[in-house]
């Protein structure tokens, strides 16, 4: 059975930082594309980060670039999105997927993870 998990969200405030991690089970990531995706309140759901399985290319949605840093330790079979200077705008359910493309096309991932809050106050 294969499970995505993510972990590491939380409640900070604007300008703080927090570290997302995702792990797997039944399931190598470290041969797979992984993205992290968020969906806010209301909003539908955006493509945030996404790393190709050797990680040698990452792609940022404009909203989150020089903030963000996607990263992933193949030996561990994890893959992180480091996030700096959050912002009130940057709280969502953060969802880790993987499978899919390395420019975050959502509709190519397979595999999801149930989420992880973040909450940013202001």
């Known amino acids: 059975q294969v499970q995505v998990v993510e972990s590491g969200g939380g409640l900070v405030q604007a300008g703080g930082s927090l570290r997302l991690s995702c792990t797997a089970s039944g399931l190598t990531l470290r041969n797979l594309n992984v993205g992290w995706f968020r969906q806010a309140p209301g909003k539908e759901r955006e493509g945030v980060s996404c790393?190709?399985?050797?990680?040698?290319?990452?792609y940022y949605g404009d909203s989150v670039k020089g903030r963000f840093t996607i990263s992933r330790d193949n030996a561990r079979n994890t893959v992180y999105l480091q996030m700096n200077n959050l912002k009130p705008e940057d709280t969502a359910m953060y969802y880790c997927?993987?499978?899919?493309?390395?420019?975050?096309?959502?509709?190519?991932?397979?595999?999801w993870g149930q989420g992880t809050q973040v909450t940013v106050s202001s």
């Open positions: 790393i190709i399985w050797s990680g040698i290319s990452t």
């Open positions: 997927a993987a499978g899919g493309t390395a420019t975050c096309d959502e509709v190519t991932y397979k595999y």
